[in-house]
T-cell receptor, first 110, second 119 residues
Framework: KQEVTQIPAALSVPEGENLVLNCSFTDSAIYNLQWFRQDPGKGLTSLLLIQSSQREQTSGRLNASLDKSSGRSTLYIAASQPGDSATYLCAVDSNYQLIWGAGTKLIIKP | GAVVSQHPSWVICKSGTSVKIECRSLDFQATTMFWYRQFPKQSLMLMATSNEGSKATYEQGVEKDKFLINHASLTLSTLTVTSAHPEDSSFYIC???????????????FGPGTRLTVL
């Protein structure tokens, strides 16, 4: 059974720092992995989607990597800003279902 | 980009009443829609998969008689929480799958969510 874990559960860093969020999964047989952002009390915004054949995807200050063999993905945020404060979720498309991590709550301090 | 809407965005109801939540794909047809729920500080959990014109497929542990799903058209799916109780209070999110020929590259577009509070 696929399980997705995100570490850390919460992270607080000063503005301007580069940071990495981690996502691990137990079954490497995935079709894709997505990173989402969720603002308090709101829905989800898709940030990046990495197909199983890809190693990384980039969008602006965000870079997501995927290592299927080790069951890991990272989301790198460069030059963090207070507006980046949110909960970041990763989800694995596995066996026609999205399996979700519990998220990392990120706080960027001005 | 594709847009999915949910209505209402939040609802407060008394215990024992039923609440209907709508999920609409605004600019594309979605043969499949998904319903998720999220408890505070927990992961999103898939409740059911809704296919247009057929019965929904519920995940293990989800009561189909309590959470009624109707996917009557290619742009609308509804979730009705029947005889709601305080433990049903949660954040409900829907998503719609936009088909692109190859089902394995389909993208799910998520609605903004509905916060249900049952008193």
């Amino acid at each position: 059974k696929q399980e997705v874990t995100q570490i850390p559960a919460a992270l607080s860093v000063p503005e301007g720092e580069n940071l990495v969020l981690n996502c691990s999964f137990t079954d490497s047989a995935i079709y894709n992995l997505q990173w989402f952002r969720q603002d308090p009390g709101k829905g989800l915004t898709s940030l990046l989607l990495i197909q199983s054949s890809q190693r990384e995807q980039t969008s602006g200050r965000l870079n997501a990597s995927l290592d299927k063999s080790s069951g890991r993905s990272t989301l790198y945020i460069a030059a963090s800003q207070p507006g980046d404060s949110a909960t970041y979720l990763c989800a694995v498309d596995s066996n026609y279902q999205l399996i979700w991590g519990a998220g990392t709550k990120l706080i960027i301090k001005p | 980009g594709a847009v999915v809407s949910q209505h209402p965005s939040w609802v407060i109801c008394k215990s024992g009443t039923s609440v209907k939540i709508e999920c609409r794909s605004l600019d594309f047809q979605a043969t499949t829609m998904f319903w998720y729920r999220q408890f505070p500080k927990q992961s999103l959990m898939l409740m059911a998969t809704s296919n247009e014109g057929s019965k929904a497929t519920y995940e293990q542990g989800v009561e189909k008689d309590k959470f009624l799903i109707n996917h009557a058209s290619l742009t609308l799916s509804t979730l009705t929480v029947t005889s709601a109780h305080p433990e049903d209070s949660s954040f409900y999110i829907c998503s719609a799958r936009r088909t692109s020929g190859s089902s394995r590259t389909d993208t799910q577009y998520f609605g903004p969510g509905t916060r249900l509070t049952v008193l």
